[in-house]
């Protein structure tokens, strides 16, 4: 059982940066694979990053390669999402999620892998 909360949404520039991040309750954030994804208005949610529970391994979608790092700190119950060079095919609701499961092959990249998610945080990207 965790609870998550994302922040650091906001409206920026092409070529900018923001960091999200996402909190979570509960004893036991460290035995979940962390992952963002996000959702376009008219368009289906999409996979960006994971992060495996010791933080040692991440797997990006393509279009979020050499732009967009995640990272988690398992003593402050937190994963990070730090986006730079925004597109503004960028915008997007951000979501946090969480599973227990190993997801063998496939690293967890479908959003009916995860247990749990957060309400999302709004990214815009203006041309």
């Known amino acids: 059982q965790v609870q998550l909360v994302e922040s650091g949404g906001g409206l920026v520039q092409a070529g900018g940066s923001l960091r999200l991040s996402c909190a979570a309750s509960g004893r036991t954030f460290s035995t979940y694979v962390m992952g963002w994804f996000r959702q376009a208005p008219g368009k289906e949610r999409e996979f960006v990053a994971v992060i495996s529970r010791s933080g040692d391994t991440t797997y990006y979608a393509n279009s979020a390669k050499g732009r967009f790092t995640i990272s988690r700190d398992n003593a402050k119950s937190t994963v990070t999402l730090q986006m730079n060079s925004l597109k503004p095919e960028d915008t997007a609701v951000y979501y946090c999620?969480?599973?227990?499961?190993?997801?063998?092959?496939?690293?967890?990249?479908?959003?009916?892998?995860?247990?749990?998610w957060g309400q999302g945080t709004q990214v815009s990207v203006s041309s």
């Open positions: 999620a969480a599973t227990p499961t190993y997801c063998p092959g496939y690293g967890c990249s479908r959003d009916r892998d995860y247990n749990y």
